[in-house]
């Protein structure tokens, strides 16, 4: 693939090898028959850019943190690596960082609308002097996160054991440096405070020295801090918020709106889309989804209900009325667009499928990967339950060569996109994966004339195997690491990671 702005990816002879998933570990595992609290069914799921660290947000408005710890366990110095034949093969694994709540329940009274906690969203920013910056939406505001690691510090060596000590400063009868539990702010874990007694008395010859008590700085903690508040700019649901590669801004988009931010301005946006009509009995699309282009900060795309794609130039115009359509042809709405790494291809995932762009063709997918094709004949039966309105997410591998998607009964499908490939992987999310091959034709080629249909309809409602599909668990969340072939995937409460 040629990257935009010169950037040129080595061809590879023949299609990449199909690749091993391995069980990595698993957080919030449930036991068999638990009842699961909706409150923490898992919302969203995001690596940062680094792929150190790992955020997941969920219905209760909680932000939940992980960090990568085996890059530390395993490593010797660089010369010892270099100096080796091989490339030591790393567990990836990820630890429990922190935790905190994010959004709460709220309610407007003006429109009588409930706003629920759930996290739509997570986007890491840059970071700065070692701490971690993330943005966080639920369905109406944005907040912007800072986390840093602060030193607890409590004070030592009082001149009076306060535990004796009164209210009004006064000492008892003895003088103490007693070493009894500090808290913070100088205080002791049994301290009672009795404002009205008088029961006291100096020890004899008074007070012989006083010393100053000494602030002593015991273990570090996590804190995280709302730094802004992005509010009221929106009058429906936030559905996507993406960074901007300049590191300054960030776009927000709702069914009908995308606004452009300032991360330091939280007072003011600037409206770029709007598709509301004038009469909204006119109402024919909305936004479902958008993101900022990776490289080029004046470009971005968003995707609408109607199957299209379009990708707008900001210096073009300040309200984006001209844009590119990208294709047209989808005739299912999108749930989820990503960029690859590059910029060069856009990842779109409908109910049915999972399309890969190139932002430079507009008439037709580089590659469709079927996905819920053997669904098809249920359709019915799946808008009756309201499971056609499930919104799949969609991802890419860092080096570009493979997608991702989620699927029902826990599933979620990783397909070979380099040409010529035939990778087609289904696995179940639990500690023993169970792999599944798909059944497909030749790899389409990038040629536009032999563009071929990929997967099997199945009118059974089944899977490749014949199990009958669950649709009450679905796969619904993923992301794929960004430097090495590791997945994580969330299924209602649980986090399963995956690595091959």
Known sequence: MNGIGGEEVTARAGPARPLEWKFAQVFGERAFGEEVQEVDIISAIEFDKTGDHLATGDRGGRVVLFN?????????????????????????????????????????????????????????????????????????????????????????????DPSKALGNGIVCSSISTSSKPCIANGGCVNRTFNYLSTDFSFPPGGIPFLHLPRVMSHETSLVARCRRIYAHAHDYHINSISNNSDGETFIS????????????????????????????????????????????????????????????????????????????EIIASISDIKFSKDGRHLLSRDYMTLK?????????????????????????DLYENDSIFDKFECCLSGDGLRVATGSYSNLFRVFGCSEGSTEATTLEANKNPMRR???????????????????RRDSSGADTNGNA????????????????????????????????
């Open 68 to 160: 990568r710890t085996d890059t530390r366990d395993h490593g010797g110095n660089r010369r010892d690596l270099e100096m080796a034949d091989y490339s030591p093969s790393r567990h990836p694994e990820f630890h429990y960082k922190t935790e905190f709540q994010s959004h709460e329940p709220e309610f407007d009274y003006l429109k009588s609308l409930e706003i629920e906690e759930k996290i739509n969203k997570i986007r890491w920013c840059q970071t700065a002097n070692s701490a971690l910056f993330l943005l966080s939406t639920n369905d109406k505001t944005i907040k912007f996160w800072k986390v840093q690691e602060k030193k607890v510090k409590k004070v030592c060596d009082m001149n009076v």
């Open 253 to 328: 988009a709702d069914d009908l709106r995308i606004n452009l931010w300032n991360l330091e301005i939280s007072s003011q946006s600037f409206n770029i889309v709007d598709v509301k009509p004038a009469n909204m009995e006119d109402l024919t699309e909305v936004i479902t989804s958008a993101e900022f282009h990776p490289t080029h900060c004046n470009m971005l795309a968003y995707s609408s209900s109607k199957g299209s794609i379009r990708l707008i130039d900001l210096r073009q115009s300040a309200l984006c009325t001209y844009f590119k359509i990208i294709f047209t």
């Open 356 to 380: 890969l762009w190139d932002i430079n063709m507009e008439s037709v997918p580089v590659a469709t990967f079927q996905v819920h094709e053997h669904l098809r004949p249920k359709l019915c």
């Open 437 to 455: 091959q798909v059944q497909i034709p030749s790899r389409p080629s990038r040629s536009l004339g032999s563009l071929s249909r990929v997967g």
């Open 469 to 500: 599909f669950d649709f009450m668990t679905k796969l619904l969340h993923l992301a794929w690491h960004p430097t090495e072939n590791s997945l994580a995937c969330a299924t209602s409460n649980s986090l399963y990671m995956y690595y091959a």
